[in-house]
């Protein structure tokens, strides 16, 4: 692996697979060696993404935290590259982690970022699951006429696409 120029990336991918299949231990591991190479290459885009393949492992694990603080780490570096894509999916994740570790204010904030980005970049389908995650952080706080909006402009995107099961989603909240 060492001569390998692709290693980072399968590290990455390694740790993908690792996470989904809730082997989050080895997650970590891929993660962080792909880390190191592309540390050792000098690659930004590479770290950028082993950054966000650890924050991934991290949320999963439940460590809110350190997975927020790795999820800004990538965020930044993908910004800086201007590549706002990434930053953008960085962005939704923080917003789960903060709602999870009971921030919903500060999980809202993140989705509005997202969505920004996500609205520049015409990310279609990132603009409908944020919209169900910022409509549904509303409404639990009570601000039920924001949420509103935020849901009918989420089931509008999603009609539009066809994409039935975004509908079905956000229609259930």
């Not at 962005?91 to 903060?98: L, Q």
Request: charged content about 30%; some cysteine.
């Amino acid at each position: 692996m060492a001569d390998d120029p692709t290693a980072g990336d399968l590290g990455v991918e390694l740790a993908s697979l690792a996470w989904i299949r809730g082997d989050l231990e080895s997650a970590l591991v891929h993660a962080e060696e792909a880390q190191r190479w592309f540390e050792t290459l000098g690659d930004e885009r590479g770290l950028a993404e082993s950054l966000m393949s650890r924050g991934t492992a991290n949320r999963l694990a439940g460590r809110y935290p350190f997975a927020l603080d790795l999820y800004e780490q990538a965020a930044s570096a993908f910004e800086r590259m201007e590549l706002w894509g990434p930053a953008g999916k960085c962005r939704n994740n923080m917003g789960v982690c903060r709602y999870l570790d009971g921030d919903a204010d500060g999980a809202a904030e993140e989705w509005s970022q997202a969505m920004r980005i996500a609205e520049l970049t015409g990310e279609l389908t990132e603009r409908i699951i944020l919209s169900n995650n910022v409509g549904f952080v509303r409404q639990e706080r009570g601000q039920l006429e924001r949420a509103r909006v935020v849901f009918e402009e989420g089931l509008r995107l999603s009609r539009a696409a066809a994409a039935r099961r975004l509908t079905a989603v956000i229609e259930g909240n």
